[in-house]
């Protein structure tokens, strides 16, 4: 995490500077009401209310409401629409959903005792993240995630199951991230424990919010307060530990926009940019950045693999032989997702000791080749997650109607919709559904092939002469994922 000397030396902040100033052309808060809307410190309280109310209902409907898991406004709300809206927001816009998180935004309310006003104290002990774990970066959120969607899998939570499952589920996300706000400074949990944060920061690279930027290179060189990552009587410092005048992708703004409230200068602006830029363009690209990827790639790659009429075979023969009581047994989930895993990796070593310069064959570590295979992979990885919602979505995302009618099973007809017919109403039949998937696939794979042919040409060059023959290499993998992928879907029929 950045921290700020009194007085920072301009020459040795210049290096983490963004090539460019950002095209002022491509600034959302240029707009004046937009602007004016941002300032507000009330902006982002606004974003997580309608949230937070909803997942409170959740939490309540999970415990009291309806028994069947079909009908509770729950299990409707958070696994047939939620789901699939995160993912959407993910890959259209980035971290948008970190700005509006009820999780977070519950915590640090209490964090900071106030719901938007500036509290020059919080109600923390302010304990730093290990320096020694955040070399790891994004990785324990991977782990996290990994570990929790194995509990939602063996409970049958996103079944959906038993609906207080999903309450129990909301209600330990949030009391660990108020235990982590209440130990850790600003918003540590956000960036490194958050179950979703790897999967949010890494697929969101396809977004077209780049998050906050400084506007001029010079004026940030010449700020001495640094107001953004130390904050002010106007705002807080960035809870995300970031500096906008290093930004070059959007993988660590939470969109909070305190930076931008805080700037003395008025030198942040919000921006937009073309799809991939994020994935395309970072001037430094992190290790663990795609070694998450690849990670994330096992994990819905084992979901796809868990549809299918053999796994259960496989899975009911192992938990015979382990006499392991629940499904899925864990060391068919493990191995299913490190062999996805193992299978990229032993690409890339393929390529490295096949294409790399004969004298730098031995300097050359695993990590510079992974690292830009791993980024030309998010399209790929985006568009999978993306695709494994929608049988939910368009077999019963109508459900919801009925069920917002009466949320706590008490009788209530507040819409009249309570017996409505929607209930049984599919958007689309499963050839339907397989072709979306198959459709939302192939755009993944044509972008990951179209992200790996440019970063392929750039991070390559200093590794090997034969480039060209790298970036086919990197585009093959792609496609040959991609088709796999499709192959998995249509294997699945439509299954959930």
């Not at 015979?320 to 191995?335: C, E, F, Q, R």
């Not at 009466?406 to 499963?430: E, I, M, R």
Request: glycine share 8%; net charge positive; charged share 15%.
């Amino acid at each position: 995490m950045a921290v700020w000397p009194k007085d920072p030396d301009p020459g040795a902040l210049q290096a983490h500077f963004a090539p460019t100033d950002p095209d002022p052309r491509r600034e959302i808060t240029r707009t004046p009401w937009v602007r004016r809307v941002i300032k507000s410190r009330a902006f982002q309280f606004l974003l997580i209310l309608p949230n937070q109310i909803i997942f409170w209902i959740v939490i309540t409907a999970g415990l009291f409401g309806v028994a069947a898991p079909t009908r509770n406004f729950s299990t409707v709300i958070t696994w047939y629409i939620w789901f699939c809206a995160v993912f959407l927001l993910m890959v259209g816009i980035g971290r948008a959903w970190c700005a509006m998180c009820p999780f977070g935004g519950f915590a640090e309310w209490i964090q900071r005792r106030t719901f938007w006003r500036r509290n020059p104290t919080s109600m923390t002990l302010g304990r730093r993240w290990s320096q020694k774990l955040s070399r790891y970066g994004l990785l324990p959120s991977v782990l996290l995630f990994i570990i929790l969607t194995y509990f939602e899998e063996y409970f049958n939570i996103a079944g959906p199951g038993v609906p207080r499952y999903t309450s129990y589920l909301v209600l330990s996300v949030i009391t660990i991230a108020l235990i982590s706000f209440l130990v850790l400074e600003r918003r540590s949990f956000c960036r490194y424990l958050c179950p979703l944060s790897a999967l949010i920061g890494t697929v969101g690279a396809t977004g077209m919010v780049t998050g906050f930027r400084t506007r001029n290179r010079s004026v940030c060189l010449e700020c001495k307060t640094k107001d953004c990552m130390r904050g002010s009587e106007k705002g807080y410092p960035c809870p995300w530990f970031e500096w906008p005048g290093s930004a070059t992708s959007n993988l660590m703004c939470g969109l909070c926009s305190e930076c931008f409230k805080s700037c003395p200068s008025d030198n942040i602006g919000l921006y937009v940019q073309k799809p991939l830029t994020s994935v395309i363009r970072p001037l430094r690209r992190r290790w663990d950045v795609a070694v998450a990827v690849i990670l994330l790639m096992g994990l819905v790659v084992f979901q796809q693999l868990n549809a299918l009429p053999v796994y259960a075979t496989v899975d009911n023969w192992l938990n015979a032989v382990t006499h392991y009581p629940g499904y899925p047994n864990p060391i068919d989930y493990i191995i299913a997702i490190a062999t996805v895993a193992g299978i990229v990796v032993g690409y890339v070593l393929l390529i490295k000791k096949g294409f790399a310069d004969h004298e730098k064959e031995h300097d050359s570590t695993l990590s510079q080749w992974l690292t830009p295979v791993g980024y030309g992979l998010i399209p790929l990885v985006a568009a999978d997650y993306l695709a494994r919602q929608l049988p939910r979505f368009f077999d019963h995302m109508l459900r919801i109607v009925p069920a917002l009618s009466d949320p706590f099973d008490v009788g209530w007809n507040l819409f009249g919709t309570a017996k409505s017919p929607l209930y049984g109403v599919h958007l689309l039949s499963t050839a339907g559904v397989v072709r979306s998937q198959s459709i939302v696939i192939a755009v993944g794979a044509l972008a990951s092939i179209y992200a790996t042919w440019h970063i392929s040409r750039r991070d390559f060059g200093s590794l090997t002469k034969r480039v060209s023959a790298v970036q086919f290499a990197g585009v093959l993998l792609s496609a040959l994922i991609g088709v796999a992928m499709v192959w998995l879907y249509v294997a699945m029929a439509g299954a959930e």
